[in-house]
Nanobody, 128 residues
Framework: QVQLVESGGDSVQAGGSLKLSCTVS??????????MGWFRQAPGKEREAVAV???????SYTDSVQGRFTIFKENTNQTLFLQMNSLNPEDSGIYTC????????????????????WGQGTQVTVSS
């Protein structure tokens, strides 16, 4: 049974920083070979891909976080991270990590496959 557990969400002031973690365990987890990503969903909005990282540690970011967020992972600990700096209220939402994201893309029309695993999400709230 593959499990993803996020942590690090919090309430911060605009301009602040947070570091999210996503630890993978169990079953047939292919942490080092599959694409992983961070997604967020704000109230009343659809879930969007924020950042993805492939098996070669190549990364992609949605335009709104480019230069402020950094996605990286530690294969030895099977942990995915998202360092978020210069946060603004538009960054608020539930952040969820995923393992096995198809095509390792930010495209909004891509849907998860049966082998895509999700964490439970962690809340990020940025106040102005």
């Amino acid at each position: 049974q593959v499990q993803l557990v996020e942590s690090g969400g919090d309430s911060v002031q605009a301009g602040g920083s947070l570091k999210l973690s996503c630890t993978v365990s169990g079953g047939t987890a292919t942490f080092s070979t599959d694409c992983m990503g961070w997604f967020r969903q704000a109230p009343g909005k659809e879930r969007e891909a924020v950042a993805v990282i492939d098996s070669f540690h190549r990364t992609s970011y949605t335009d709104s976080v480019q230069g402020r967020f950094t996605i990286f992972k530690e294969n030895t600990n099977q942990t995915l991270f998202l360092q978020m700096n210069s946060l603004n209220p538009e960054d608020s939402g539930i952040y969820t990590c995923a393992l096995g994201w198809p095509w390792c893309t930010l495209r909004s029309d891509i849907r998860p496959r049966p082998e895509t695993y999700w964490g439970q999400g962690t809340q990020v709230t940025v106040s102005s």
